[in-house]
């Protein structure tokens, strides 16, 4: 065998090289290692299989048998032809003795082309020529070894004449190749436009989610400072807590000990002074004179009359100074009296640090509380800020409707809320009788009844002056209750959680104490009411707003 057939035979289909450690696949076709290992790694994505000679299908990735005889045999060609240089690509069928690059392929004699046996080759039209190619035969027709020259519309495949005159494709629209190629182009590229367009809108859309993240990340980080101050601040309230409970139960301690131990102290005594008289006794009863025996005073005398009833044991003896009740003195995280530091007194105001938190926590921002003017009564004065509700003397001679309170001092909100948590502020200044709370919106507002709190409709905290000082309740369905607390703040806060059922009233002293919490099913969008006798109630918000005039 001549060296350049020989030569042939050694050169890997992929590279075109010699081989360099040859594999066999199961069909029989050999390879370089590393080009079929790169073939098959690229293949993984689409988990198809198959040989690049022949193109038979695997359903996993082959396994490959090294050849020791072939690769020998490549080795030893390579050592005996140092001179001819390795040529990548394709070499002209032609040349035998020497490879030479192919520039041309043709389809029709199935063979590559070199610039010299190109130039003498037949030019007849069936001789198609194209792009140098190993795999001729994948431009053939299979069925009758005719170049593909048409394209069957119907059926999606390239064709040959013989298929298109008298195969299974007879009869059938065909395109030449050129023209189907266009067209498919033609679409691709259309394709190809509305993927550059989608993959625009998809970065747009990716660099919006980044930047919501972003958000949401700094969002996040910000509430947890909050979150961090406002749980640092419990643990100092918690710790001065402590330290005044234990400082608490050490004085009450000192204090029950000093006096069980003069209680001790003097029962000790009355001890000592029955057993002396005890001994007395004993002495008469044994005496045989009775002329000494009846000169003795009485047995009674003997015991002192102050002392027969006194240090009664089941009287107050000291042991136990009231270490579990609670006075009512303070129900909220505020101040104490220092009076009672009961488990049941700490337990409940725990529990108020906790609903805080959780009021606190769960609406970032107070509520946007405006007034509206067509719902308030004639003695009452509407800011031009509509966030004001000031008494008067002078009738407003506003329209009677059926919108308007008429016999009470009162004005709703524009707003109702339906769903959700949420909160608002007031501060009470110069009233002498004043109420804040939530009503539906078909509260009656002709009545008497339609007081806040006055009816079931609506629930109200209420403050009245009484000489210099005031008593505080809250009020629903006409049932007042007093709240025991001491208040010292005319601000409060109003804190809704609607699908909870609970609307809930704080006062906003340094912390926030809680008061009351009325529970109800509630089935009508609730507005907030502002009732006031003299001065004036302001919504606190974002604005100051001073009183109107």
């Known amino acids: 065998m001549a060296s350049a057939d020989l030569r042939e035979e050694l050169l890997c289909s992929i590279c075109l090289n010699i081989y360099t450690d040859p594999v066999m696949l199961r069909c029989g076709h050999n390879f ?24 038979e299908e695997f359903q996993k990735r082959p396994t490959v048998k090294r050849i020791i005889t072939l690769r020998n045999v490549a080795e030893r060609f390579r050592s005996t032809h140092p001179h001819q ?17 192919a520039v041309r392929s043709c389809l029709h004699c199935e063979a590559s082309l070199c610039d010299k046996h190109l130039r003498i080759h037949n030019k007849g039209p069936e001789h198609v020529l194209t792009d140098p190619s190993t795999s001729l035969q994948t431009r053939k027709c299979s069925v009758h070894k005719e170049v593909l020259r048409y394209y069957c519309t119907k059926d999606d495949v390239c064709i040959c004449v013989s298929c298109s005159l008298a195969g299974k494709h007879r009869g059938h629209e065909v395109e030449m190749l050129d023209e189907a190629s266009e067209k498919k182009k033609k679409k691709l590229r259309n394709i190809l436009q509305k993927m550059t367009t989608n993959r625009k809108k998809t970065k747009e859309r990716v660099k919006s989610l980044l930047e919501r993240r972003n958000k949401a990340q700094e969002k996040a980080a910000g509430e947890a400072e909050r979150i961090t101050a406002l749980f640092l601040g419990i643990r100092k309230w918690l710790e001065n807590l402590e330290e005044k409970v234990i400082s608490e139960i050490s004085r009450k301690e000192k204090q029950v000990s000093w006096a069980l131990s003069n209680l001790i102290q003097k029962l000790e005594v009355k001890k000592d002074e029955l057993s002396r008289k005890m001994r007395h006794i004993e002495e008469l009863c044994n005496m045989t004179d009775p002329l000494t025996v009846l000169q003795e005073p009485d047995i009674g005398d003997l015991c002192d009359p102050e002392e027969e009833g006194d240090e009664d044991t089941g009287g107050h003896d000291g042991g136990d100074e009231d270490t579990g009740g609670h006075d009512g003195g303070d129900e909220g995280t505020g101040g104490h009296d220092g009076g009672d530091w009961s488990a049941e007194f700490i337990s409940h105001t725990l529990s108020d640090i906790m609903r805080y938190v959780n009021v606190t926590f769960s609406v970032k921002d107070p509520a946007d509380i405006l007034l509206d003017v067509n719902t308030a009564s004639n003695n009452i004065l509407i800011s031009d800020e509509l966030r ?59 009545e008497c009844q339609s007081h806040l709190g006055y009816n079931k409709k609506s629930w109200g905290l209420y403050g009245r002056r009484q000489l210099y000082d005031y008593n505080y309740s809250v009020i629903h369905d006409s049932k007042v209750t007093p709240l025991p607390h001491q208040i010292s703040s005319d601000r409060f806060r109003i804190c809704l959680d609607y699908e909870a059922g609970q609307l809930s009233f704080y006062e906003l002293c340094d912390p926030i104490r809680h008061l009351h919490t009325f529970t109800a ?3 009508e969008p609730l507005h907030a009411v502002l009732c006031v006798c003299y001065g004036y109630i302001k919504i606190l918000g974002s604005r100051n707003e001073e009183p109107s005039p």
């Open 32 to 55: 370089c290692r590393v080009c079929i290992d790169r073939v098959l790694d690229t293949q993984d994505k689409s988990g198809v299989y198959s040989c690049p000679e022949c193109r």
């Open 85 to 101: 240089e390795e040529i990548t690509g394709i070499c002209c069928t032609y040349c035998i003795h020497s490879p030479v690059p």
């Open 388 to 446: 004001i509700a000031t008494w008067t003397w002078k009738t407003q001679n506003r329209p009677k409707t059926a919108e308007r309170f008429q016999d009470c001092h009162q004005v709703m909100s524009r707003r109702g809320f339906t769903s959700g948590r949420h909160y608002w502020d007031v501060e009470i200044k110069q009233s002498e009788l004043w109420s804040v709370g939530m009503c539906y919106p078909s509260i009656d507002r002709r």
């Open 521 to 523: 099913a509630f089935s």
